[in-house]
């Protein structure tokens, strides 16, 4: 079995809080650009070379974005098969960052739900999980 030291894990939970808000960061330029391009439209400025650009940057965040959340996953996958792997004999110790990362993936994870299949989401919600993550009809 492999031994991970103490600055290991710690530089792992860095790593992981670094991709968290690269993702995060995405999701805000996207969102940026999306209201800046609502504005274009309202003023009829569509063709513009601005408008296009808009256009272009919402596709390399929105590319970026779910390869950032991708990795995010895989990173606490592994997180958690560490955590709680039935073959070690000790549990490392839970520090608050991991805490932390434990609580954003398991929002992640029930936002990113798929809760069509139960309920009918109202578009704010549908519209929250395109900025967040994955659409329901995906």
């Known amino acids: 079995m492999i031994k991970i030291t103490t600055n ?31 504005r274009l439209l309202k003023k009829g400025q569509k063709k513009t070379k601005k408008y296009k650009t808009n256009q272009k940057m919402i596709f390399y965040a929105e590319y970026a974005k779910q390869h950032f959340e991708f990795i995010f996953i895989i990173l606490m996958s592994f997180l958690i098969l560490y955590l709680f792997n039935p073959l070690k004999k000790t ?26 299949l139960f ?9 929250f999980q395109e900025i967040v993550g994955k659409t329901p009809n995906q």
């Open 119 to 127: 309920f009918k989401e109202p578009s704010y919600f549908v519209e």
């Open 91 to 116: 549990i490392p110790n839970i520090t608050y960052h991991t805490k932390v990362l434990l609580v954003v993936f398991a929002s992640i994870l029930i936002v990113n739900a798929n809760w069509y």
């Open 8 to 38: 290991q894990y710690d530089n792992y939970i860095y790593f992981t809080f670094l991709i968290k808000i690269l993702f995060v960061l995405c999701s805000m330029i996207k969102v940026y650009y999306k209201f800046e391009n609502r």
